[in-house]
């Protein structure tokens, strides 16, 4: 009898092991996946943002006709084929954290949302959508995660959070080649918490992604390098210039974003085709007022900026948020994260002109942070992505202060983190 329960104990022992290591496969499998995904998915949006400045550079007017056109066949697509992948995709994945009703993470997390964030997004990038791609890298590295826990049949409900914030972290950190700030997305916006138990599956999950995608990219940093630091002691009055400016813009910005996010709603229902062509004409004529300098990710300008390539006019930053307010109202897919950050560089830019003694690159830098920091309300995020995609490190402590002030006076103006504030959009809709 004792040797009967010995080998059941050992059986029930090797039968938890093999469970255990079938997780970890899963979450390993699904990291590899996002990485190669999400890699793709640069490279073709790069693809697709040359192809639109080419034929900006044949006529400034094509805009005019495409821009319309093109997001009106997107938000066609999206309500057509793919409801569910409009926006960002992060509130998507928040929502899904929020909601236990499987049905409800279904429709917002599967293979062909996956699939449909990123056809629909570089059709954005090729009708001149002021949209990033790591927003719907998010959703993409959320999507994927929860469809392979689906095909490996999983049992356990709270496998499914361990799998949308590894897939989301996995996400982040694939698009900016920065697996830091993909473990500090996970804790501080996609769960606000942080189970010691799933500690090590995120860990893995970010590297076994970050490191496909550097196969297949290379080792770069997203914005390249710079070496700006605040020497002098009177360099440090930058820090809550950058933090206060950075976070006002940004809370507006927040602010504006959710309100006419709900106000448009309704309209958008009963013309949905109308809203998206006033949008692509609006997106249109931004882009010919600034020369072409609003459209697409913002990526060149502020790498540009960042670098030291070239400063930008004083009206950049303002013509690129509202570009960025008009493409994420109409309701198409693609995210906010690459042109917050090259409204907040563009914003520095306007600022040195009146802090003459501070360094250039790290007056962009600090403005940059504070105003990411002030639209999403992640200042641990904001000030980790910053510093590793420009490899900043001498300006950790400027950066970190400027975030906390940004988030600070965001919080001031927009009391709930833009995020959170959308995700409850479709979380009504499943109750």
């Not at 006529?59 to 009106?72: D, F, I, N, T």
């Not at 010691?196 to 490191?211: D, M, W, Y």
């Amino acid at each position: 009898m004792r040797l009967v329960t010995r080998n059941l104990r050992l059986l029930a022992k090797s039968m938890a092991s093999i469970k255990r290591w079938k997780r970890r496969l899963v979450f390993w499998t699904g990291a590899v996946v996002v990485g190669l995904l999400s890699a793709l998915f640069a490279i073709s949006a790069e693809l697709a943002s040359d192809l639109f400045r080419k034929l900006v550079e044949h006529s400034p007017y094509w805009p005019l006709l495409v821009s319309p056109l093109g997001l009106v066949l997107v938000a066609w697509l999206t309500r057509r084929y793919f409801p569910g992948s409009q926006g960002s995709g992060i509130p998507q994945s928040i929502a899904a954290l929020q909601e236990t009703d499987v049905r409800f993470r279904r429709s917002v997390l599967s293979l062909r949302i996956a699939f449909g964030k990123i056809l629909l997004t570089l059709l954005g990038l090729l009708s001149g959508a002021s949209i990033g791609r790591e927003g719907p890298t998010v959703h993409i590295g959320a999507s994927v995660m929860y469809a392979l826990g689906r095909f490996a049949q999983f049992r356990r409900h709270h496998l499914d959070h361990g799998l949308i914030v590894a897939g989301g972290a996995a996400g982040i950190a694939a698009a900016f080649n920065t697996p830091l700030a993909g473990i500090v997305f996970a804790i501080e916006e996609m769960s606000r918490s942080f189970e010691e138990r799933s500690s090590g599956t995120i860990l893995s999950t970010v590297l076994f992604a970050g490191v496909t995608a550097l196969a297949i990219l290379g080792n770069y940093n997203y914005f390249g390098t710079t070496s700006a630091t605040l020497g002098a002691p009177s360099d440090w009055l930058a820090v809550p210039v950058a933090g206060v400016a950075g976070g006002l813009l940004g809370g507006i910005f927040s602010t504006l974003l959710i309100r006419i996010t709900r106000a448009i709603a309704p309209v958008i229902r009963r013309h949905p085709l109308a809203v998206p062509a006033a949008c692509g004409l609006a997106i249109a004529l931004l882009g010919l007022l600034s020369g072409g300098l609003t459209y697409g990710t913002g990526y060149q300008e502020a790498s540009h900026v960042i670098t030291g390539g070239h400063e930008l006019p004083g009206y950049y930053a303002f013509t690129k948020m509202a570009a960025t307010l008009v493409s994420y109202v109409s309701g198409i897919p693609g995210g906010i994260f690459a042109p917050t950050l090259a409204t907040g560089a563009g914003l520095g830019a306007n600022l040195t002109e009146w802090i003459t003694v501070v360094p250039f690159e790290a007056m962009v830098l600090l403005t940059m942070v504070a105003y990411f920091a002030g639209v999403v309300q992640t200042p641990i995020t904001g000030f980790v992505v910053v510093m590793e995609m420009t490899e900043s490190h001498a300006m950790l402590l400027p950066l970190m202060a400027a975030a906390m002030i940004g988030y600070g006076v965001s919080s001031l103006i927009c009391d709930t983190p833009i995020y959170r504030a959308l995700a409850l959009a479709f979380t009504e809709k499943a109750r």
